[in-house]
């Protein structure tokens, strides 16, 4: 596997050693020693995600206070444009964000740390969204930060409104919301 960094030190996006020929694909969309050795974080994923959701859904900025949550995060149909930011009050990165393209087709993943909300908007048509966790999902500890933040001000390369959900039109301001020290 190979690891490349972002603009925001702990985020890494995955690109796993993809095997291929006339008959299809293969590749090990985790091994635990592997991420270790390539990435030096030592965690546990205790719950998987799946999600299908059609274009132009936008799912975030979402991250649990208490019981924080890591992600590694992939699409197995389709393609989104997934989106980190540090909420870390005490961070230098404090307010930065990254997007990442994860697509079925160039099979990236990308790790989230704790510390960070997280959200995704789908670009394809429809795309199917696979997450790993390393903390139990606890609705009383979700948390949400407005997608169309001004403080943030994240490019989300949209061409109309997203649609969301109930819970995400409800998400505060960067300013109002409960963050990490």
């Not at 393609?79 to 990165?93: C, K, M, N, Q, T």
């Not at 997280?118 to 429809?126: A, D, Q």
Request: aromatic letters at 12%; one cysteine or more; hydrophobic letters at 35%.
């Amino acid at each position: 596997m190979k690891v490349v960094t972002t603009d925001l030190p702990g985020v890494l996006i995955i690109e796993p050693k993809v095997y291929g020929d006339e008959r299809g694909f293969f590749y090990e969309s985790f091994n635990a020693k592997a991420f270790k050795e390539a990435t030096g974080v030592n965690t546990k994923f205790v719950q998987n995600n799946h999600s299908r959701s059609k274009k132009g859904v936008l799912r975030g900025l979402h991250y649990q206070l208490d019981n924080p949550q890591g992600k590694l995060v992939r699409v197995s149909f389709g393609e989104v444009l997934d989106v980190a930011v540090d909420i870390r009050r005490s961070s230098p990165h404090f307010g930065k964000w990254v997007a990442v393209r994860l697509s079925a087709e160039n099979h990236r993943q990308l790790w989230v740390p704790e510390g960070f909300a997280h959200g995704f908007v789908v670009l394809s048509e429809f795309a199917e969204f696979l997450y790993k966790t390393t903390n139990y999902y606890t609705p009383s500890a979700e948390r949400c930060i407005r997608w169309n933040d001004r403080t943030l001000n994240i490019d989300w390369q949209l061409t109309e409104e997203p649609q969301l959900s109930a819970k995400d039109q409800e998400g505060k301001s960067l300013q109002e919301a409960d963050l990490f020290p």
